[in-house]
């Protein structure tokens, strides 16, 4: 318990005042690869597309309302970063609403690749997480809110099809992770890692093994110091393909479609494009759990923790090649629903267009 105790506490120093600096001492450390904590404003949030840059390279979005730079609230330094979309906002040539960032090409993931990711998500009092089915009114079907972050593949230049490997989201009451199965673009695994607090800073923290064979690839995550998923083995990518990381939000392109009425006349969706919004902070990518604590170095580095307890820190509450990366839908995963209350998920279908 003493153990714990510390460690925890060295956590609260994180959210501390003093640790709100623009550079966190932990930039120093050699093995973090790369942040993404929009410290920089607005010019974190695209053509940083080098190999040792910080920040993102690629937007896609169609308003530039839909990325903001924001000082309340933020969970890391000065700065985090609001995602808005709404009905329409879909790319030329793409489908799905979308306001999302990749990062540099450099984070693009390899077979057998291992990393340590953070990063936090604040879903606002008034989000919320699933919407009507668009194309069963009616009944008790319904469509997901969307996803904030998601690992998907790159086919090395060619037509990438099927679903992205893993996604990150939350309905109505829980945070929700989607395991992809390549061949029928369908969750094989859909999960829910821990309970949604509307308002809260939720701290996320991911041990990855990218592979595409199940008794190699893993993933271990913490959510506010908890280990809601204790080392679970399975293929988070898909055979000859990159695992490369989009942040921001994204959704079915139907949902807030202001001419679909219900029976009785009334809007399904409202009128107003049923915006939806999120607020994301504190990106960090590293080759140990150290690298990505920041000020938690004393804390356990193997996996479930030296105490066993699996807590591994808290969070405040309140160029070339790939360098684009973030290939466009043309039948997204969004299209994919949940019918309450049996949260059942079917027919995910994504399908990407060759990149230009």
């Known amino acids: 318990m003493k153990k714990l105790s510390l460690m925890f506490a060295a956590a609260a120093l994180v959210g501390s005042t003093a640790a709100r600096a623009a550079q966190p001492a932990y930039t120093q450390n050699p093995d973090v690869l790369w942040m993404g904590n929009f410290e920089e404003g607005a010019s974190s949030l695209s053509g940083h597309c080098s190999e040792g840059q910080n920040g993102f390279c690629r937007q896609q979005l169609v308003r530039p309302e839909q990325m903001q730079i924001v000082q309340d609230p933020a969970n ?59 194309d069963e009114l009616g009944t008790s079907a319904r469509s997901p809110a969307g996803w904030v972050v998601e690992w998907h593949h790159d086919a090395n230049g060619a037509v990438e099809t099927g679903s992205a490997p893993l996604y990150f989201g939350a309905n109505d009451t829980n945070i929700k992770m989607c395991l992809v199965d390549q061949a029928t673009s369908t969750c094989r695994e859909y999960l829910d890692l821990a309970p949604l607090q509307r308002g809260h800073w939720h701290d996320f923290v991911m041990h990855a093994k990218w592979s595409s064979d199940p008794s190699v690839g893993f993933l271990e995550i913490w959510i506010d110091g908890k280990n809601v998923l204790p080392k679970h083995m399975t293929a988070n990518k898909y055979p000859g393909m990159k695992n490369y990381m989009e942040a ?109």
């Open 76 to 134: 890391e330094g000065h700065n985090a970063a609001r995602f808005e979309v709404k009905y329409g906002d879909v790319m030329s040539g793409c489908s799905d609403e979308r306001a999302l960032l990749t990062p540099p090409a450099t984070l693009w993931e390899d077979e057998g690749s291992e990393r340590w990711y953070r990063w936090q998500v604040l879903w606002p009092e008034d989000y919320k997480g699933s919407y009507p089915k668009w």
């Open 248 to 356: 921001g939000l994204y959704r079915n392109g139907h949902i807030g479609d202001p001419n679909l009425r219900n029976a009785d006349g009334s809007y399904v969706y409202g009128n107003d494009g049923a915006p939806g919004v999120v607020y994301l902070d504190g990106f960090i990518v590293g080759r140990t759990q150290e690298s990505v604590l920041g000020a938690q170095t004393p804390a356990q580095s193997a996996p479930g923790g030296a105490d066993g307890s699996g807590s591994v820190g808290s969070s405040r509450t309140g160029a070339a090649g790939f360098g684009q990366g973030g290939g466009c839908s043309s039948s997204g995963l969004q299209s994919a629903w949940l019918a309450l209350p049996l949260f059942g998920l079917f027919a995910f279908r994504r399908r990407r267009v060759a990149k230009a």
